[in-house]
């Protein structure tokens, strides 16, 4: 019986298993980032009108929750806090789209205080997202 040689060290690094790693992770995140939509979850009243698809980037979105809460894209904002954040968005970018998701079981002076607070803070384009009737 021959003696057993020792196993040689291998210095070379298998990156396989890493790229496997990775590309799962990518697809993942292709297939998850279209779903994630910014602000809580609002029920958004329905209308007859054809919707239209303003460019994401250049808007700022306000959303206003059954309970009051209101959200500036990803951060929830006091009353006080939600006017001082307007006035400088609106200092530093005036001309930009608000967009405001309100929910549809909220009532309607809740929306338009918003609305007011946003053209009080300098904001000229604001509008209203809902869903068109149709929709799921």
């Known amino acids: 019986m021959q003696p ?3 196993a040689r ?14 590309l799962v992770l990518l697809i ?9 939509e910014p602000g809580p979850p609002v ?26 809460a209101i959200w500036i ?4 904002l006091t009353r006080e806090q939600f006017g001082q954040a307007l006035r400088q968005a609106a200092e530093r970018d005036g001309d930009r789209e608000v967009v405001i998701r309100g ?7 809740e929306v338009k205080r ?7 803070a300098g904001f000229t384009r604001v509008g ?3 869903h068109q009737r149709g929709d799921s």
Do not use: C, W, Y
């Not at 894209?73 to 929830?76: A, D, M, N, P």
């Not at 929910?103 to 002076?109: I, K, M, N």
């Not at 918003?114 to 009080?120: E, L, S, T």
């Open 128 to 130: 209203l997202i809902t």
């Open 73 to 76: 894209e990803k951060e929830e």
């Open 114 to 120: 918003v609305m007011v607070a946003v053209k009080n």
């Open 43 to 68: 029920k958004l009243p329905t209308t007859d009108h054809p919707p239209e698809k303003p460019d994401e980037g250049a808007r700022l979105l306000i959303a206003v929750e059954q309970d009051g």
């Open 9 to 22: 060290v291998q210095s070379e690094i298998n990156v396989t298993p890493l790229v496997d790693v990775v």
């Open 28 to 36: 993942i995140f292709m297939v998850i980032t279209p779903m994630l």
């Open 4 to 6: 057993v040689k020792p």
């Open 103 to 109: 929910d549809a079981r909220l009532p309607f002076g």
